[in-house]
Nanobody
Framework: QLQLAESGGGLVRPGGSLRLSCAAS????????IGWFRQAPGKEREGVSC????????YYGDSVKGRFTISRDNAKNTVYLQMDSLKPEDTAVYYC?????????????????WGQGTQVTISS
């Protein structure tokens, strides 16, 4: 059974950092582009970042550029999202998703497999 599991969420103060992990089971991430998305209460799901499967090309949403970094460790079948300089507006449930193929984008409809999400709360 193909599954994605996010972890690493929590409560941090503004300016702090978190690292989210997205671990795959039941399949290998080598051939999948991985995206991170987030959804805040009352808002639509937003594309945060993605990384391609083949050459590691990355994309970031405008709101997180320069603060978030996506990376993948295929040996561990895991993708990470390092989040620095966190702001209250980063508060949301963060989801990782997988799309078969090499290239990635921030359109959620390109992704077939989704994790259950992890809560990130930025508050003083």
């Amino acid at each position: 059974q193909l599954q994605l599991a996010e972890s690493g969420g929590g409560l941090v103060r503004p300016g702090g950092s978190l690292r989210l992990s997205c671990a795959a089971s039941g399949f290998t991430l080598d051939y999948y582009a991985i995206g991170w998305f987030r959804q805040a209460p009352g808002k639509e799901r937003e594309g945060v970042s993605c990384i391609s499967s083949s050459d590691g090309v990355t994309y970031y949403g405008d709101s997180v550029k320069g603060r978030f970094t996506i990376s993948r460790d295929n040996a561990k079948n895991t993708v990470y999202l390092q989040m620095d300089s966190l702001k209250p507006e980063d508060t949301a449930v963060y989801y990782c998703a997988a799309a078969y193929g090499s290239s990635c984008g921030l359109n959620q409809y390109e992704y077939l497999y989704w994790g259950q999400g992890t809560q990130v709360t930025i508050s003083s």
